[in-house]
Antibody, heavy 116, light 108 residues
Framework: EVQLVESGGGLVQPGGSLRLSCVVS????????MNWVRQAPGQGLEWVSI???????YYPDSVKGRFTISRDNSKNTVFLQMDSLRAEDTAVYYC??????????WGQGILVTVSS | DIQMTQSPSSLSASVGDRVTITCRAS??????LNWYQQKPGKAPKLLIY???NLQSGVPSRFSGSGSGTDFSLTISSLQPEDFATYYC??????????FGPGTKVDLK
């Protein structure tokens, strides 16, 4: 059975840092394209980052230079390091697998709140 | 950047109704268009990929069509469990994915 389980969320002050984890079971992260997608309260979905099976990473301008996606193959886990956090980064963060140019498996999501 | 729009932003329907949601891209995305369903407090669920391909396990009352810039998601006979928000997503500009703003389907 495929499972993606996020952790590491919580309350952080503006300018602070947080690292999210996504532990995967049922497939190997280093053979797949793994993504982070976020959803601000009451808002739509925003793609945040991707790590390809070959290790290449990409980000939208809204988080480029502040967020870093990585993975630990031995733990079958994907991470999102979030630095210089802003109030507008407040959202539920989901990890998701890309297959057939779509996101077929998603985690349950983890809430990140940036507030003083 | 490719912008995605959806219409309507919300709709009210009854069980058994045929429902169609449209999605438009700001440029041609060929058939690189996916549809997701999201219920409150839950993760999105993939329904349709590549414009018209039904994801495994998704009921056949869901169908997708379109190409180029204009796409649609149709629910042939709305069921109680279908009341949710639906999002389109373009993957033509992968890895720079963008989602539509969503269409909320609620009970009339």
């Amino acid at each position: 059975e495929v499972q993606l389980v996020e952790s590491g969320g919580g309350l952080v002050q503006p300018g602070g840092s947080l690292r999210l984890s996504c532990v995967v079971s049922g497939f190997t992260v280093n053979s797949n394209y793994m993504n982070w997608v976020r959803q601000a309260p009451g808002q739509g979905l925003e793609w945040v980052s991707i790590i390809h099976s070959g290790g290449a990473t990409y980000y939208p301008d809204s988080v480029k230079g502040r967020f870093t996606i990585s993975r630990d193959n031995s733990k079958n886990t994907v991470f999102l390091q979030m630095d210089s956090l802003r109030a507008e980064d407040t959202a539920v963060y989901y990890c998701a697998r890309e297959a057939k140019n779509s996101f077929d498996y998603w985690g349950q999501g983890i809430l990140v709140t940036v507030s003083s | 950047d490719i912008q995605m729009t959806q219409s309507p932003s919300s709709l009210s329907a009854s069980v058994g109704d045929r429902v169609t949601i449209t999605c438009r891209a700001s440029q041609s995305i060929v058939n690189y268009l996916n549809w997701y369903q999201q219920k409150p407090g839950k993760a999105p669920k993939l329904l349709i990929y590549s414009a018209s391909n039904l994801q495994s396990g998704v009921p056949s009352r869901f169908s997708g069509s379109g190409s180029g810039t204009d796409f649609s998601l149709t629910i042939s006979s709305l069921q109680p469990e279908d009341f949710a928000t639906y999002y389109c997503q373009q993957s033509y500009n992968s890895p720079m994915f963008t989602f539509g703003p969503g269409t909320k389907v609620d009970l009339k």
